[in-house]
């Protein structure tokens, strides 16, 4: 199965398995780094990691338009169901579902997740992504800080690791490589981060501390799986 993975700015991507459009944490309105406006988003299918509004994003106004499910944990589906989306579907920790690509298995994320107007976004969640012969993988780890967990995630053979480092509010760059080493994927691309930092010294610390190979994307580039 061809898979094509383009960063769509912040920690919004569109994950194409062979036509079939996975779009994650869709913040495009209001992200000056957005590789393409809400309106012309096509999705299949929308994951959600959490309630923050830097995550959630167009997703309402994506999935009514194009039809396509939100996934995302219990309490924020409900969010989403308040506040217009036709059609949303919960997951939590761990958890499974099947789709016409392969299944979506949820993974802790640890950080908080309220909603955009407050109210209690439940657990935050990464997801990992894998086709039906589970030989292309993909970990989307959301907003997470590192965890020691993420070594169970390793067992996973995951190929790709869509990990943020912008630091503050996520893991920055030397927690970053922490996560790689546990994680023990063979390619990683960076998001939620400062367009304008400079990658270099990281990118050469990730090569030779954790085996990964650093992809690094502008918004609306693409890295074919």
Known sequence: ????????????????FDHYKVLLDPFLTGNSNAAIPAKKAEA???????????????AIEI???CH????????????????GA???MPIYVSGTRAFPFGTVRATI?????GTPDGTYGGLALGFILATHDQQKK????????VFSEMSLIGEDAVDVALLPIGDVFVMGLSESIRALKMIRPKNVIPMH????????GWKREVIETSGAKPIILRSGESFDL
Request: aromatic share 10%; glycine share 10%; proline share 3%.
């Open 68 to 83: 396509a499910p939100i996934l995302c944990n219990f309490e924020l589906s409900n969010w989403f169901a308040k506040h």
């Open 63 to 65: 999935s009514n338009r």
């Open 138 to 145: 993909i970990y989307f780890a959301g907003d997470t800080g």
């Open 86 to 88: 036709v059609n949303t």
């Open 44 to 58: 299949d299918l929308i994951l959600v990691s959490h309630g923050h509004s830097d995550h959630v994003g167009d």
């Open 1 to 16: 199965m061809d898979v094509k993975i383009t960063w769509l700015g912040h920690s919004a991507f569109l994950i194409d």
């Open 193 to 200: 981060y400062d367009p304008g930092l400079n990658l270099e």
């Open 109 to 113: 994320a640890v950080h908080g997740s």
